[in-house]
């Protein structure tokens, strides 16, 4: 249930200008936290205080960490924007792990008040598993993706040796009306020409936008929560029974052939591996407990993004530690 007494943060965001981001900071004001974001763009959001950085120059305006106790970091370049050249699987490993690793490196240099580092990772730290059910402790994927998420968690892993409480949420697909999967895949459906993909076997670890803000909002406010979490829903789907999902919403009819995993891998490389990867990746029972999903199944979470707009409440009990 809710705390009657909430504790108010001050919350030092990187990425805060990102899908998530600007969801997040949103719900974190709602909650009378204080928001700051760390980034080279200004927020329109006119109570957040934006400070300048650059991560290449490894530049950063000290002041950022004035009065703050938590950090969130979201900061990355787009995974699925570009061709994964060379240069650009080093642009997408350095924006995360060197980011962060810019902000220890100015705690370690100046008095500051951060208790707490709460970040994003990614499901494909676990690769492509088949129907095997992925828990934290299930060892990760020695492909492209895999290796990111292991650099990405290791670099953020060091703010221990600081003291730091470290939150890791390994985040699935992310639903929202905004971009992300939906915005390529529902216009294929409302079309007439939807279809699964692949095998259409494989399992897609979805999560809806409000339901990401929501454990984000529970890891600033229940210091119990650290380590390892997937961020994930717990109504998980095959891509067959994902995709029928989206046709039965929009009434459309799934009698397309599945799209060959072939196919996908001539015109998409590498970055087929997002579609074409089986993630069974499971929240953890005491994260159920601590956490009341809004949208625990596919068809709630597309009546609300595709329907009536959410308000971001939901409702939380103290996460009890990892044994």
């Given at each position: 249930?809710?705390?009657?007494?909430?504790?108010?943060?001050?919350?030092?965001?990187?990425?805060?200008?990102?899908?998530?981001?600007?969801?997040?900071?949103?719900?974190?004001?709602?909650?009378?936290?204080?928001?700051?974001?760390?980034?080279?763009?200004?927020?329109?959001?006119?109570?957040?205080?934006?400070?300048?950085?650059?991560?290449?120059?490894?530049?950063?305006?000290?002041?950022?960490?004035?009065?703050?106790?938590?950090?969130?970091?979201?900061?990355?370049?787009?995974i699925a924007e570009q061709t994964w050249t060379p240069a650009r699987k080093l642009e997408i490993s350095r924006s995360r792990t060197?980011?962060?690793?810019?902000?220890?490196?100015?705690?370690?240099?100046?008095?500051?008040?951060?208790?707490?580092?709460?970040?994003?990772?990614?499901?494909?730290?676990?690769?492509?598993?088949?129907?095997?059910?992925?828990?934290?402790?299930?060892?990760?994927?020695?492909?492209?993706?895999?290796?990111?998420?292991?650099?990405?968690?290791?670099?953020?892993?060091?703010?221990?040796?600081?003291?730091?409480?470290?939150?890791?949420?390994?985040?699935?697909?992310?639903?929202?009306?905004?971009?992300?999967?939906?915005?390529?895949?529902?216009?294929?459906?409302?079309?007439?020409?939807?279809?699964?993909?692949?095998?259409?076997?494989?399992?897609?670890?979805?999560?809806?936008?409000?339901?990401?803000?929501?454990?984000y909002v529970l890891a600033v406010r229940d210091p119990s929560l650290a380590g390892v979490v997937n961020q994930t829903a717990p109504?998980?789907?095959?891509?067959?029974?994902?995709?029928?999902?989206?046709?039965?919403?929009?009434?459309?009819?799934?009698?397309?052939?599945?799209?060959?995993?072939?196919?996908?891998?001539?015109?998409?490389?590498?970055?087929?591996?997002?579609?074409?990867?089986?993630?069974?990746?499971?929240?953890?029972?005491?994260?159920?407990?601590?956490?009341?999903?809004?949208?625990?199944?596919?068809?709630?979470?597309?009546?609300?993004?595709?329907?009536?707009?959410?308000?971001?409440?939901?409702?939380?009990?103290?996460?009890?530690?990892?044994?």
């Amino acid at each position: 249930m809710k705390n009657n007494h909430p504790q108010t943060h001050h919350v030092l965001l990187t990425g805060g200008n990102g899908l998530v981001g600007k969801s997040l900071t949103q719900a974190l004001l709602r909650e009378g936290h204080r928001v700051s974001h760390l980034s080279r763009t200004p927020s329109i959001i006119p109570e957040v205080t934006t400070y300048g950085w650059n991560v290449v120059d490894q530049q950063i305006d000290a002041r950022c960490l004035d009065g703050v106790d938590t950090i969130i970091h979201l900061a990355g370049a787009d995974i699925a924007e570009q061709t994964w050249t060379p240069a650009r699987k080093l642009e997408i490993s350095r924006s995360r792990t060197e980011s962060i690793r810019l902000l220890y490196r100015l705690m370690g240099q100046r008095p500051h008040a951060v208790k707490s580092v709460i970040s994003a990772s990614g499901i494909a730290f676990y690769g492509d598993r088949a129907d095997e059910i992925m828990t934290e402790q299930s060892p990760p994927s020695p492909d492209f993706l895999g290796t990111i998420c292991q650099e990405w968690e290791a670099a953020v892993g060091e703010g221990k040796a600081l003291g730091l409480r470290v939150v890791i949420f390994r985040t699935g697909v992310v639903l929202t009306k905004e971009g992300g999967a939906l915005a390529s895949l529902v216009p294929m459906i409302q079309s007439g020409f939807g279809a699964s993909i692949g095998s259409g076997r494989q399992w897609v670890p979805w999560i809806h936008l409000q339901d990401v803000v929501g454990l984000y909002v529970l890891a600033v406010r229940d210091p119990s929560l650290a380590g390892v979490v997937n961020q994930t829903a717990p109504g998980l789907l095959t891509n067959r029974q994902f995709m029928e999902a989206l046709a039965r919403h929009f009434n459309k009819p799934l009698w397309m052939p599945s799209i060959p995993a072939f196919m996908l891998k001539l015109m998409m490389g590498e970055r087929s591996a997002f579609v074409l990867n089986s993630t069974r990746a499971v929240p953890q029972e005491r994260l159920l407990q601590a956490y009341s999903y809004q949208f625990p199944t596919l068809d709630k979470a597309l009546s609300a993004i595709y329907a009536s707009p959410v308000d971001g409440s939901a409702t939380f009990a103290p996460f009890l530690p990892r044994m």
